[in-house]
């Protein structure tokens, strides 16, 4: 074999090795079952949209490889060297100042949701926005039995010159509401919001300072900015036990408009768009392929790739009424820990430094406060269905994540129980800190089986029901203990 042959020979193993490497890459799916649970995007029903990403970004790439392994075009002097070292580098250049430009251009004539900084913010002031909710999946590719989902809710979000959701404008205040996206009323109109309805009831003034995304660190900064200049009487703090717990939360970086390079990536105007237009072109694709029937709850054998995911959305109560439920996989295992465990997290601890750090300060006022505890979809729904659920397939969905599992005959007895934990510990807490505790868990359970849907079939947040179910609870509180002190 001469010398040519050879050369040919090894530039073809070469293009051949670099094909195949991405024919295996391509082949291989994502873990779907895992995906569908955490409900996140399926592109082509079989990739992530990172995997789909790195996947497309890998041909370019790759015929340049080819390419170069192909031109036998042999650089002779130290000058070309240079040279093609030179224009690889410039045009690198280009491309990255290219998109830099395009993406600050973006960011200069995007329209500003939020105003603030790491530990407060708000939105933009005297702005209303206007929609429809509509309670669908958020990914084309879902669970395999497709569930009706709560009707269409038109909504009006009315942000005041303070840049929170209110109405009226008034100096003084009888109450503040502090909290996230279940205090601002998330997919239901202004006049559906909890505060509104609550405020309605008693006949007080309330301010609204809840804030979607918002958390105990938002909550302890926005009542010293903006709470206590109001003058209230009371502040009702809401915590909601699917996010408040979370370590994330007290990490200054993770706040909202932290400047580092993760938080400018990730909020690249070009980045989102590129992922925007990848989930609606190719998010579609294929997007059924694993469906068995139209109805909820298809049967599923253990060996179907969505067997673990395929008794959710769930039908609460059982039976003909059933209202339909569906909950991401890492909010029911964010339930299956001891209480010991919980109370050793950085999450719990930072939690209840922050609330009673709010509590001093209202103490320090003279300024009453009610903590108001918003449960999540598992703890309330698990307890009204644990009868009916099938163990085997609850065991499959938690160990799509969790690898430490009873049996499945066991399961649910251990479970059920720690669903409670983080309510309990909360609740101790307010005792041992005089802290004024009310709990929406049961009041939500009872609405529920008179075949009620308190929260939305496919997000998280209440319903306009759920809403009412908050603001009727804590009305009926403040009316029983009206002139409570601290």
């Not at 206590?228 to 993770?254: A, H, W």
């Amino acid at each position: 074999m001469t010398e040519n042959e050879k050369n040919k020979l090894v530039k073809r193993i070469a293009a051949l090795i670099v094909i195949s490497v991405n024919v295996l890459l391509w082949a291989k799916p994502c873990d779907l079952a895992y995906n569908v649970a955490q409900q996140r995007d399926i592109l082509l029903g079989r990739y992530t949209i990172e995997q789909t990403t790195t996947l497309i970004l890998l041909i370019p790439v790759s015929l340049l490889i080819i390419k170069g392994i192909w031109s036998g075009k042999k650089v002779r002097s130290q000058k070309e060297k240079r040279e093609r070292l030179f224009k690889t580098v410039a045009l690198s250049v280009s491309i990255v100042f290219a998109i830099l430009i395009v993406d600050i251009f973006l960011r200069v004539v995007q329209h500003q949701r939020y105003i603030g900084s790491r530990s407060y913010y708000h939105r933009a002031p005297n702005t209303i926005d206007r929609g429809i909710n509509k309670d669908v999946p958020a990914t084309a590719f879902s669970y395999p039995g497709t569930a009706p989902g709560y009707p269409d809710v038109p909504y009006a979000l009315t942000v005041d010159k303070r840049g929170f959701r209110n109405k009226t404008d008034l100096q003084k205040y009888d109450l503040v509401a502090l909290g996230d996206s279940f205090t601002e009323g998330s997919h239901v109109s202004d006049e559906q919001a909890w505060p509104v309805i609550f405020a309605q009831r008693t006949n007080l003034t309330v301010y609204n300072l809840g804030m979607s995304g918002g958390s105990p660190v938002t909550y302890l900064e926005t009542l010293k900015k903006f709470g206590l200049q109001l003058s209230p009487k009371t502040v009702v703090c809401m915590i909601y036990e699917g996010n408040d717990f979370r370590g994330s939360n007290f990490v200054p970086d993770k706040h909202k408009n932290g400047r580092t390079l993760e938080n400018l990536f990730r909020t690249s105007p070009l980045r989102q768009a590129i992922k925007s237009a990848l989930i609606r072109s190719l998010g579609p694709v294929n997007a059924g392929r694993f469906s068995k029937q139209a109805a909820p709850n298809p049967q599923y054998t253990p060996s179907d790739p969505l067997y673990a995911v395929s008794w959710l959305p769930l039908p609460v109560p059982d039976g003909s009424g059933a209202k339909y439920y569906a909950f991401k996989l890492k909010r029911l295992l964010s339930h299956f820990v001891t209480k010991d465990e919980l109370l050793e997290s950085g999450g719990c601890q930072a939690l209840l430094a922050k609330l009673r750090k709010i509590h001093n300060m209202c103490s320090e006022n003279n300024v009453r406060l009610i903590l108001v505890y918003a449960p999540d979809k598992p703890h309330v729904l698990l307890p009204l269905v644990r009868d009916v659920l099938p163990a085997e397939k609850l065991r499959a969905f938690m160990a799509l994540k969790e690898k430490r599992l009873p049996a499945a005959k066991e399961l649910m007895d251990i479970l059920v129980p720690r669903l409670q934990i983080h309510e309990s510990v909360t609740e101790e807490f307010c005792r041992a800190e005089s802290i004024e505790f009310v709990s929406l868990t049961e009041p939500l359970r009872e609405e529920i089986l008179k075949g009620s849907q308190v929260y939305y079939t496919h997000d998280q947040h209440w319903t306009p029901i759920g809403q009412k179910i908050a603001a009727q609870t804590l009305s009926t509180y403040v009316k029983s203990k009206p002139t409570e002190k601290q």
